[in-house]
């Protein structure tokens, strides 16, 4: 079984792409193990509209702790087996909570030991900031490392805004030579595309 990372800078839509693409993969209900940064682990277990409302905020820094999801998903004749992991979301600076700076210091732990990654990136926030030298420094950062140690694929999020067509093509010319899979997490579209990569990686 493959562990996916779902890694990416605060408010990018990682946790709201968790839930739909796990409905998308034939979820039903939500089963997450929480690790918080202190070491401590739970099991979390919701319906898909209450793991939304729950677990998805337009405040950055909703999660702070990685949730992780197993998921069965019938194949022909088999059944394949896969983690995703959600991750406290990353930014530039140095955030002024403790817990944040703790959470963010897991997910960048976590990213060493990650078989495959997805790195959500907002395409429509990357659009409003226009030119390649507005994509941060850890969305850089994570495309540099990440790639070297397994498979990687950048997913370009909401694409349901309009200045996200924009962000895409910055997005698509800074991380040259990166799969670039565009999604929109709220409408549920670009997941057929995520899939195949997932699937391909899995195994
Ligand atoms: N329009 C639009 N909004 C989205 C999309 N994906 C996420 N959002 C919104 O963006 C905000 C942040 O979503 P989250 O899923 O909580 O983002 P996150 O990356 O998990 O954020 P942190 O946990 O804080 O790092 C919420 O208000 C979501 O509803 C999308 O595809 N389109
Ligand atoms: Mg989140």
Redesign the pocket.
Known sequence: MRQCLII????????????NFAEYLGARSLRLSVERSDGSVSDASFGLADA?KA??????????GLQTLTLSVPRGKTVRRIQLT?????SEDVHETIDVRKAMAQTLRHLRLAGMVLH?V?A?QVGQEGAVEAMGEVDLQIARYAPQRGPYAIIA?????PLAKSGLQTIVQTFRGQPVLP?????KRGFREVRSFVWKHAY
């Open positions: 990416g800078k605060a408010n990018a839509g990682k946790t709201l792409f968790l839930i939304r677990l998805v905020d337009a405040v950055p820094h909703k999660t702070l959600d991750s406290a979301g990353l959500v907002d429509s999020n909401k694409m349901d805004l999604v929109s997490a709220l409408e």
